[in-house]
Each structure stands twice: as structure tokens, then as C-alpha cells.
């Protein structure tokens, strides 16, 4: 019956699992929420590194964009011109799937810019750039050549010289959109030339492309007749074989022969298979069954003009086997005359003597017709077979003959196919080569000017310049956040203390500022903190008071951190102090003896404490004061004259916890961090549970995930952790901050006056970041 139970509760579960599949999506929303908060803390912390990454970076662009003075830009268009589709001629083609990529590229390209360069510097005399539209007087001089050479070189260089590596213009070179256009944009020092650098730029591509097009053609052009050289030789070689073949063989007849020899074979083969047919039947004949083949094959019907003569040659042989025929039938017929007397006369009678005298005489006739007729037979067989041996010889010859003739007229064909092919295709590359001339003397270019370079007009880089350094400025931040998330292990939201860290979460204590003074702590100090700073103690409180609802709640619960200034005291005081508001009798030990500092919070000295009682000197009657709280008990840590290393490992604290375990309801001891020192990790195994602190933004994952691998080998039980001085996003607060006003309990009138009456102005100042 309990299988049972247990197995519909797992069914039950897996449904609820099936109905809330969709949970994941929260869990992905929820750490994606976690990522955007921790990359909001980056911003909030290293919010100053724009204040000095953008003056820098603004400052130098602006610096190199003043000196490195003055720029003048022109521009001008090409288009792809439309074309004539000549199908009948070969024509040049480009690449198209990436035509207008590939256009950009060379004009672009340094080559074509060094040429239009080259171009500009040899002046007008030998390298005119265009006018444009509406002629006029040129736009580039020897002077202005002159002047850009000098600029160039630093001395003047004789014309046609190679441009300098060096190119004082930058082109750009943009594809429109949705249109088969190309904007040109050309920068440089000098108005002047700047526009005529662009014109030439322009001419030098549109030559370039010419160039590659006569190149691309020549090539082809010449392939095409070296292919028919090599064609014209090999036909003129086929056609003289040909020829020689013919005046050597009369093709006429051995193309007559070969169909008579083909036609004479087939007659030799028939009268062959005749003959070998009749060979065949003569050997598997008797005499007495010659008459009846003749016979069977006299009523065949029709027959060929051979099997006809093979008839008559039977026919013939056929008559001294009729003669058998005859007196075997004789002698049958007087053998039944005798069988038939004998049943009504005696075999001495006359008329049976007599017929048997003739039944001997015929059979004597008989045995001499049979030995006649096998006489013939053989005959017979012998001629046959003689005529089959001439027949086989025959065929034999005129199959030589026949074959030798087949030879002779496939190698004619042969020839004959081999200049015909030839012919075929040296008429086709014959024909490619005269497409290709005319193709070449037609044809259009696929690439005009729409509009000529325009009168180079000065450009704003300044604020182009600003923009494109604030988006470095923009981008080098980022990429020193990014760096720094990279290199921080820190956590910064409760989804990422849950994902790393194996432990239950068992609070989250805000990050907040303390108000308060020196004055004791009282009931009074602790409410005039903040509300969602209470509230969270008192959910830890909570997870404390329910927990391990099966067994027994911890009692000694040992309260410690990683490293230093986690804020581990403040959550022990706090903690004592909310537990204590509930009614439960708890006593806070201050068992950090190299540090000590609760004392301080309630107005106490710190000795004598914890370090005597450890070291035999007093007993704990006299060492656990009231704390100015009800139900709370302070164990100072004392003033240790040993190590306090040392102490912690006394059997006291043993009998020091059994000893008040009847006495209070929770034992919280604020211990020194694991990482620092030993205590901690001694002392954890002794108590029922431990509370970890990890304070947001601050503790190492690394060192963290250490910490609690050395309390776990040391058979500590951590209970939970809690999240220290967690810092929620704009969005979090203004979503919990109308809820948390109207559940905010404020006392009333009476209970204001009581406590004014009773207890100081402030509270005690404490900081959430403290030990």
C-alpha cells in the first residue's frame, strides 16, 4: 500500500512537472534578468571611465583632424549601359552574379589608381583628362602637374615617369541602390586635383577594361587559329591517306565483291546444312525404311531449287530399294497364302509344298535385294560426304575472301569518317575565328559615365570625425566593461549565487545606509532602521524557525564568511537581535578573539569573555552579560593571553555549548573568516549548522566555492547562505517600493511617545559592510 502511495505521488509529480514545462522559459528569463543586472552594477561602478576615455579619444581625433588640414572631395557616376544582343557573333563576357562588387574592387584597386596618377602627373601634353560635359578649356594644366609632382617627389620628374607608391587621394566607391550605378567619390588635398584625379581615374578604368577586353580576345583569337592550323594539317593528312587508299584498292569492287561473297556464302551454308541433314538421316536408315523417306519428303510441298536436286538423286537411288520393297512384300504375301491353307490342308500337301518352295525362292530374291540396296546406301553415304568436304573447303576459301574484302572497305570508311570529322570541325573553328573578328569590331562597352567628377567642394571631417571617435570611444568602453566582467567572479544578483554555489539560499539583506548613534542598541535602535532591512532578518529568522521541519531545528548555528568586511558580525547582531524580538532566548558569542567588535554595539567592555572561559579562569556564569535586549544574552571574546588558534580547539567549547544549550533556544557565534584563519573551520564541525555569508560584488566565486569545500571536508553542515548587501536595478525597486510602503508598519501615537520617553534619539550606527 505504500509502494503504491509513494508511486501515485511520483505520477502526480511528474504531471505537475508536464503542466509547468513551460518553467523553463522563466528559469532562461530569470538569468537573462541576472546578466542585465550584473552588466547595470558595471555601469553603476565604472561609470567614470567615460569621463576619461571620451575627452581622450575626442580630444586626439580632433588634435590629428585640425592638422592634418584641409580635404576637397568630388564626385561622379557610372551606370551599366544596355547592349544589343548580336546572337549570331561571339561576344566578351564578365562575371555578373557579383558584376558591381567586382567594378568597386577595381576601381579601388592601387594598380588603376597608380595609372590614373602616372596619368595626372604627365600633364596634358601627353595624358589629356577629359573636359566634361559642355567642353571648355581643360581643368588640368603642365603647371598644376608640375606643382603635384614637386609635391609628390620633391623634385620635378621627366614625363611618363611611374606615379610614386605614395597616393595623395582616397577613393570611395559606393554601389546605389536598387540601380546599376556607381558613386565615385574622390579626397584629397587640392580641388583642382582632386576632380581631375577622378576623371583620370574614370578614363584609366574604363582603358583598363578595354585593355583586358582586347587582351582576353587576342588570347582567344589566337587560340582559335592555332586550333585550325593544327585542324587544316590533320584534314590535308586525312584527305592524302584517303586519296592514296583509293588509287591503290577499286573500292567500286570490293564494295560489289563483298556483297556477291556475302550472298555466295549464304548458298554454301544452305546446301551444307542440307547435305549434313541427309548425311545425318542416311547413317540412321535402314534399306526396308529408304521408299518411306523418299516418300515423306515428296510431299513436302515447295523446296528450293538444291533440295530439289537432292530429291531427285534420292528418287533415283530409291529404285533398287523399291525392287526390296517388292519382292519383301511377295515373299509376306505367300507367307500369309501358306498360313492360311495350313488350317484346312496338311503340310504334305501339294499346294503347301508349293508355296513354300516359292516362300524360299522369294526370300533368296529378297536377301539379294537387300544386299543391292545396302550397296547403294553406302554409295550414298559416301557421295554425300564427298560433297560436303567440297562445300566446307569453298566456304572456307570465300570466307578468307569475304573478310579480307570486309577489311579493306571498313578502313575505306574509316578514312572517309575521320576527313569528314576533320572537315566538320575545322568549318566550325574556322567560322568562331570570322564570329570573333566581327564581334571584336562591334563591340560596346557595358560601363559609361553618367555624370563626370563635379567641382571638388571642401568636406566637414570634423564632425564626421567626432562621430566616428565616439563610436570608438563608445566601443572601447564596452570593451573594457566586457574585459572586466571577464576577469570578475564576484556575485552580483541571487540567481547567480544559486546557479554557482550548490547551498540553499536562505536570505537576501539589501544593500542600504544605517542611521543611528553611539547609544545602546535596544529594541527601540533596531526598529528605526529601514523597513526591507528588517524585513529581511526577519525572513532569515523565518527559514531558521522552519526548518528541518521533520527533525529538530538547529540550536548552535556558527556564522562566517570567506574573507574579511562581508558584513558576517552585522548579520550575526542583527540576526540575534530579530530572533530575540520573536521570544526565543538567544545568546550571541563573539568567538572572533584576534578581531573582537560586538562588545562595542552594546555598550560593553570585552572582558572578561570567551578567551577566560576557554583558558579555565573564570566560569561562563561570569562571562554572558545581558545585552540591554530582552531575551539576549552577549559572550564577549575576552582578552586571550594564547593563540587564539589554540583555544578553539579546547574541550571547553565542547562543555561551553552543553552547557547553555538548555539555557537558550539559539546559539550564534560570529567566528573570524575561513580563508583568514582556522578558527571557523574548527569550530563549524562542534555547532548544529553554519550560516555563510557572501557579500554581493565582493566575494570570489573561486574563493568561495573553496571555503565551503574546506568546511565540508571538515563534516560541517552548512545550513545556507546569505546574500549580503544585494543591490537591486531601478526597475526592481520601482516595482517593490509601492508595495513595501503599504505594508510598512508604523507605531502608533501611544507607542511614539512611550518610546521617546524611554529610549534615546538614535539608534546604534552600524554599517551592513563590516565584519
Same mark, same amino acid.
Given at each position: 500500500m505504500a509502494n503504491l502511495m509513494k508511486k501515485d505521488e511520483t505520477d502526480l509529480n511528474t504531471s505537475a512537472l508536464d503542466l509547468y514545462a513551460p518553467a523553463n522559459r522563466f528559469t532562461s528569463a530569470d538569468r537573462l534578468h541576472g546578466r542585465v543586472h550584473r552588466w547595470w552594477l558595471l555601469l553603476r561602478r565604472y561609470w567614470r571611465l567615460p569621463v576619461l576615455i571620451f575627452p581622450a579619444v575626442l580630444g586626439a581625433v580632433s588634435w590629428l583632424t585640425a592638422f592634418s588640414g584641409p580635404t576637397y572631395e568630388s564626385r561622379a557616376r557610372l551606370w551599366v549601359t544596355g547592349r544589343i544582343n548580336l546572337s549570331e557573333t561571339w561576344s566578351y563576357t564578365e562575371e555578373l552574379v557579383n558584376f558591381l562588387g567586382t567594378q568597386v574592387a577595381l576601381l579601388q584597386s592601387p594598380a588603376i589608381q597608380r595609372r590614373a596618377l602616372a596619368r595626372l602627373l604627365a600633364g596634358p601634353e601627353t595624358g589629356q583628362v577629359p573636359t566634361g560635359v559642355g567642353g571648355?578649356?581643360?581643368?588640368?594644366?603642365?603647371?598644376?602637374?608640375?606643382?603635384?609632382? $614637386?609635391?609628390?617627389?620633391? @623634385?620635378a620628374s621627366p614625363p611618363g615617369s611611374e606615379a610614386p607608391a605614395q597616393i595623395p587621394f582616397r577613393v570611395k566607391v559606393l554601389?546605389?541602390?536598387?540601380?546599376?550605378?556607381?558613386?565615385?567619390?574622390?579626397?584629397?588635398?587640392?580641388?583642382?586635383?582632386?576632380?581631375? /584625379?577622378?576623371?583620370?581615374?574614370?578614363?584609366?578604368?574604363?582603358?583598363?577594361?578595354?585593355?583586358?577586353?582586347?587582351?582576353?580576345?587576342?588570347?582567344?583569337?589566337?587560340?582559335?587559329?592555332?586550333?585550325?592550323?593544327?585542324?587544316?594539317?590533320?584534314?590535308?593528312?586525312?584527305q592524302e591517306k584517303l586519296q592514296a587508299f583509293q588509287a591503290s584498292n577499286n573500292v567500286v569492287f570490293l564494295q560489289h565483291q563483298g556483297s556477291g561473297a556475302e550472298?555466295?556464302?549464304?548458298?554454301?551454308?544452305?546446301?551444307?546444312?542440307?547435305?549434313?541433314?541427309?548425311?545425318?538421316?542416311?547413317?540412321?536408315?535402314?534399306?526396308?525404311?529408304?521408299?518411306?523417306?523418299?516418300?515423306?519428303?515428296?510431299?513436302?510441298?515447295?523446296?528450293?531449287?538444291?533440295e530439289t536436286t537432292a530429291r531427285q538423286l534420292l528418287a533415283s537411288l530409291a529404285q533398287s530399294q523399291a525392287a526390296l520393297f517388292q519382292a519383301d512384300q511377295q515373299m509376306h504375301l505367300l507367307m500369309a497364302q501358306r498360313d492360311q491353307l495350313s488350317h484346312f490342308l496338311r503340310p504334305a500337301h501339294p499346294k503347301i509344298i508349293k508355296l513354300s518352295q516359292d516362300i524360299a525362292t522369294q526370300e533368296q530374291i529378297v536377301e539379294v535385294a537387300r544386299d543391292e540396296a545396302a550397296k547403294q546406301l553406302t554409295l550414298r553415304r559416301q557421295a554425300v560426304a564427298?560433297?560436303?568436304?567440297?562445300?566446307?573447303?569453298?566456304?572456307?576459301?570465300?570466307?578468307?575472301?569475304?573478310?579480307?574484302?570486309?577489311?579493306?572497305?571498313?578502313? /575505306?570508311?574509316?578514312?572517309q569518317q575521320n576527313a569528314q570529322r576533320l572537315q566538320a570541325a575545322y568549318d566550325k573553328t574556322f567560322g568562331l575565328? $570570322?564570329?570573333?573578328?566581327?564581334?571584336?569590331?562591334?563591340e560596346q562597352e557595358n560601363v559609361g559615365i553618367l555624370d563626370p567628377a563635379s567641382a571638388a567642394k571642401p568636406t566637414h571631417r570634423m564632425l564626421i570625425h567626432l562621430a566616428i571617435g565616439t563610436v570608438l570611444a563608445l566601443a572601447l568602453w564596452f570593451a573594457l566593461l566586457y574585459g572586466l566582467a571577464l576577469f570578475r567572479d564576484d556575485f552580483a544578483s541571487h540567481t547567480e549565487l544559486a546557479d554557482h554555489l550548490a547551498e540553499p539560499v536562505v536570505g537576501q539583506i539589501p544593500y542600504i545606509s544605517f542611521s543611528g548613534s553611539n547609544g545602546p542598541l535596544g529594541i527601540e535602535g533596531l526598529e528605526q532602521q529601514r523597513f526591507e532591512f528588517l524585513e529581511a532578518f526577519r525572513n532569515i529568522r523565518a527559514s531558521l524557525l522552519f526548518m528541518n521541519h521533520d527533525g529538530p531545528r538547529p540550536k548552535t548555528i556558527v556564522i562566517t564568511s570567506s574573507v574579511p568586511e562581508e558584513g558576517k558580525s552585522t548579520v550575526a547582531l542583527y540576526l540575534a537581535v530579530t530572533l530575540a524580538k520573536a521570544n526565543s532566548r538567544v545568546l550571541l558569542?563573539?568567538?572572533?578573539?584576534?578581531?573582537?567588535?560586538?562588545?562595542?554595539?552594546?555598550?560593553?567592555?570585552?572582558?572578561?569573555?570567551?578567551?577566560?572561559?576557554?583558558?579555565?579562569?573564570?566560569?561562563?556564569?561570569e562571562v554572558i552579560f545581558p545585552a540591554g535586549v530582552e531575551n539576549l544574552a552577549l559572550l564577549p571574546a575576552g582578552e586571550t593571553k594564547r593563540d587564539p588558534g589554540d583555544l578553539v580547539l579546547s574541550p571547553n567549547w565542547a562543555e561551553l555549548l552543553s552547557s547553555v544549550k538548555s539555557q537558550f533556544d539559539y546559539i550564534l557565534v560570529d567566528t573570524p573568516p575561513v580563508a583568514a584563519t582556522d578558527d571557523a573551520a574548527a569550530l563549524a564541525p562542534k555547532a548544529d549548522?553554519?550560516? /555563510?555569508?557572501?557579500?554581493?560584488?565582493?566575494?570570489?566565486?573561486?574563493?568561495?566555492?573553496?571555503?565551503?569545500?574546506?568546511?565540508? $571536508?571538515?563534516?560541517?553542515?552548512?545550513?545556507?547562505?546569505? /546574500?549580503?548587501?544585494?543591490?537591486?536595478?531601478?526597475?526592481?525597486?520601482?516595482?517593490?517600493?509601492?508595495?513595501?510602503?503599504?505594508?510598512?508598519?508604523?507605531?502608533?501615537? @501611544? @507607542?511614539?511617545?512611550?518610546?521617546?520617553?524611554?529610549?534615546?534619539?538614535?539608534?546604534?550606527?552600524?554599517?551592513?559592510?563590516?565584519?
Open positions: 571648355g578649356t581643360p581643368r588640368w594644366t603642365a603647371s598644376d602637374a608640375w606643382a603635384l609632382r $614637386q609635391k609628390l617627389a620633391g @623634385a554601389e546605389g541602390a536598387k540601380s546599376s550605378t556607381l558613386e565615385l567619390r574622390s579626397i584629397g588635398p587640392d580641388p583642382v586635383s582632386t576632380r581631375a /584625379f577622378l576623371d583620370s581615374l574614370i578614363e584609366e578604368y574604363l582603358s583598363f577594361k578595354r585593355e583586358s577586353h582586347d587582351q582576353t580576345s587576342g588570347q582567344a583569337l589566337a587560340s582559335l587559329n592555332a586550333e585550325a592550323a593544327r585542324l587544316k594539317s590533320e584534314l590535308a593528312a586525312a550472298n555466295y556464302l549464304a548458298s554454301l551454308n544452305r546446301q551444307l546444312a542440307i547435305l549434313r541433314t541427309e548425311e545425318k538421316l542416311l547413317e540412321s536408315l535402314k534399306p526396308e525404311q529408304w521408299p518411306e523417306t523418299v516418300a515423306v519428303q515428296g510431299g513436302a510441298g515447295q523446296a528450293s531449287g538444291e564427298a560433297q560436303i568436304r567440297n562445300l566446307e573447303a569453298a566456304s572456307k576459301e570465300w570466307n578468307v575472301k569475304a573478310v579480307e574484302t570486309s577489311r579493306k572497305v571498313g578502313e /575505306f570508311e574509316q578514312l575565328v $570570322q564570329n570573333m573578328g566581327v564581334a571584336n569590331r562591334v558569542i563573539d568567538g572572533d578573539m584576534r578581531r573582537p567588535g560586538l562588545h562595542k554595539y552594546f555598550g560593553l567592555s570585552n572582558g572578561p569573555g570567551l578567551a577566560e572561559l576557554l583558558n579555565e579562569e573564570l566560569p561562563s556564569v549548522g553554519v550560516l /555563510f555569508v557572501v557579500r554581493a560584488l565582493s566575494t570570489s566565486a573561486r574563493v568561495a566555492r573553496g571555503v565551503l569545500g574546506v568546511l565540508r $571536508q571538515r563534516r560541517a553542515h552548512v545550513i545556507g547562505l546569505i /546574500f549580503n548587501r544585494a543591490v537591486s536595478s531601478p526597475c526592481e525597486r520601482q516595482y517593490y517600493e509601492p508595495y513595501t510602503r503599504a505594508y510598512h508598519w508604523e507605531p502608533g501615537p @501611544a @507607542a511614539q511617545a512611550a518610546r521617546l520617553l524611554t529610549s534615546p534619539a538614535d539608534g546604534i550606527k552600524v554599517g551592513s559592510g563590516g565584519n
